[in-house]
């Protein structure tokens, strides 16, 4: 099992410029999430995906948007890139939301920069 | 809201040596703590999870105890190794809150050889 991979890797956009960033699962896991790291911030929740079919604001969600494509895959995309949004964004999924406690499985993160 | 305040670094450590960071948390309801560790480069993994008060969690040599009292989450390594240098980051689970995960600012941890 590959777990969740993200496509891709390194980004670097002007400010403007729109784009995609994929996440797929191969876990069949029923929640997914995109967050942003930044320096001594930890991690943000940006949007999560309870459910398929189903997308809510996170805790920063100006500036992006997300779609649930199917159970796998959740893509965030970013419609006009701004040098705020320069960060390491991560997509994450776990079994469920609801239950006593919610582990999350990460992917290797893509690394984004704008200029 | 809740959130999560944990020691900022870097710590730098001798290989052998004892680590602790700390941990604390405010939380509307129950929550689940957790430590996630991130190696250089990869994504955040989970290291170990408490989900109720006095449960101690442990993974690779790696332990923390839920201190519902003190509201704390402290991880803690007898002996740490070159290969542990890495962002640690504590978070919570809180079903009040609709269970997503709370993170602090993470901790990185350089052991030296």
């Known amino acids: 099992n590959a777990g969740v991979t993200q496509t891709p890797k390194f980004q670097v956009l002007k400010t403007g410029q729109s784009m995609t960033l994929q996440c797929a699962q191969d876990?069949?896991?029923?929640?997914m999430y995109w967050y942003r790291q930044d320096p001594g911030m930890g991690l943000r929740l940006i949007y999560y995906?309870?459910?398929?079919?189903?997308?809510d604001k996170g805790e920063v969600p100006n500036g992006y948007n997300v779609s649930r494509l199917n159970k796998r895959e959740f893509s965030l995309r970013l419609e006009s890139a701004a040098p705020s949004q320069t960060s390491v964004y991560f997509c994450?999924?776990?079994?469920?939301?609801?239950?006593?406690?919610?582990?999350?499985?990460f992917g290797p993160g893509t690394r984004l920069t704008v200029l | 809201g809740d959130s999560v305040t944990q020691m900022e670094g870097p710590v730098t450590l001798s290989e052998e040596a004892f680590l602790t960071i700390n941990c604390t948390y405010t939380a509307t309801g129950y929550p689940s703590l957790f430590w996630y560790v991130q190696y250089p480069g990869e994504g955040l993994q989970l290291l170990l999870k408490?989900?109720?008060?006095?449960d101690k969690g442990s993974n690779k040599g790696f332990e923390a105890t839920y201190r519902k009292e003190t509201t704390s989450f402290h991880l803690e390594k007898g002996s740490v190794q070159v290969s542990d240098s890495a962002v640690y980051f504590c978070?919570?689970?809180?079903?009040?809150?609709?269970?997503?995960?709370?993170f602090g600012g993470g901790t990185r941890v350089l052991v030296k050889p």
């Open positions: 408490a989900t109720k008060a006095d």
């Open positions: 995906s309870a459910s398929e079919g189903t997308t």
């Open positions: 876990m069949n896991h029923n929640s």
């Open positions: 994450a999924s776990s079994e469920r939301l609801a239950g006593s406690y919610n582990e999350q499985f």
């Open positions: 978070a919570l689970s809180d079903r009040a809150a609709g269970n997503k995960l709370t």
